[in-house]
């Protein structure tokens, strides 16, 4: 399984961007997607979750500015994320869960490479 985000950039306080995460590979059933942020000198955290029944889960902060949505046809996690804050600046990482056809009963996790959004004023 490899992970490809894009989407990323530097806009200014106010403006939008939207994030994009595909993953490729062969016999797997995606479980959970989710992006996470890990800012400068800060640990990395959940921004926003997935799971397979379109249940969605924010971290407070971005609570009605961000959006999360799968496309399970083109195995794509997106984030839109809408009138972004300063505190939004870090490197945005996609990250999945699946299932191996060969062996269901057991989670494994994949990372994206990183993509960075900036945000100034």
């Known amino acids: 399984v490899q992970l490809q985000a894009s989407g990323g950039g530097s806009v200014q306080a106010g403006e939008s961007l939207r994030l994009s995460c595909v993953v490729s590979g062969s016999d797997f059933t995606i479980s959970a997607m989710g992006w996470y942020r890990q800012a400068p000198g800060k640990q990395r955290e959940l921004v926003a979750g997935?799971?397979?029944?379109?249940?969605?889960q924010y971290a407070d902060s971005v609570k009605g500015r961000f959006t999360i949505s799968r496309d399970d046809a083109q195995n794509t996690v997106n984030l839109e994320m809408k009138n972004l804050e300063l505190d939004d600046t870090g490197v945005y990482y996609c990250?999945?869960?699946?299932?191996?056809?060969?062996?269901?009963?057991?989670?494994?996790?994949?990372w994206g490479q990183g993509t960075q959004v900036t945000v100034s004023s």
């Open positions: 990250n999945v869960g699946v299932r191996y056809s060969a062996n269901t009963g057991r989670l494994h996790v994949y």
């Open positions: 997935i799971m397979s029944g379109g249940s969605t």
